[in-house]
């Protein structure tokens, strides 16, 4: 049994349709099994037989859409590629903090950034991409103005992508583990 996790995006917890409970109903419904949701922000593990994840992605998207009317999106990545992107450390040396934001963008598809990337926002450094996860690794400063970071991205790579802390990664994959 392979165990998955989606990571869906727009969830707003306020939304009635987009609560932790409704979410995994859907996945339940859709015959996954031990499903479990991370934090409210649209973060759902399951174990499936199924190894076609854009197969995967495109069904749960469907059915979330059907269900709950949540167009969004839905990128899903196995515990060996989460795994290994934990293990691997991307961000040694640094510490998640109200001032920093360790950060991890997947993309639906692989697409590398280019080399300007770095140059997009003065409070904005790119760590790199992990072609294993198919991310983009970043950190914030927090201690600015927001930057228009997230902007650029959905400009360059489009609404296939979504955002989470590497500590909510972290977390994901625990959940995963137990």
Not at 58 to 64: D, M, V, Y
Not at 129 to 150: I, K
């Amino acid at each position: 049994m392979n165990r998955y996790a989606a990571f869906l995006r727009g969830i707003m917890p306020s939304n009635p349709n987009m609560k932790n409970d409704r979410l995994r109903g859907v996945f339940e419904g859709l015959g996954f099994e031990g499903v479990g949701s991370v934090l409210s922000s649209g973060n759902i593990v399951f174990r499936s037989p199924e190894t076609d994840v854009p197969a995967l992605e495109s069904r749960i998207q469907e059915a979330l859409n059907r269900e709950l009317g949540i167009g969004g999106g839905t990128l899903i990545r196995g515990y060996g590629e989460l795994k290994a992107l934990v293990d691997a450390d991307p961000f040694e040396g640094l510490e998640h903090c109200r001032e920093t934001y360790l950060t991890v963008t997947f993309l639906k598809h692989d697409a590398p950034p280019e080399d300007g990337l770095a140059e997009i926002d003065p409070t904005v450094r790119v760590i790199g991409y992990d072609e294993g996860v198919r991310a983009v690794l970043w950190v914030v400063d927090n201690s600015q103005p927001t930057p228009d970071f997230m902007t650029w991205l959905d400009k360059k790579y489009g609404k296939d992508i979504t955002t989470r802390t590497f500590l909510t990664v972290q977390r994901v994959l625990k959940k995963l583990e137990s």
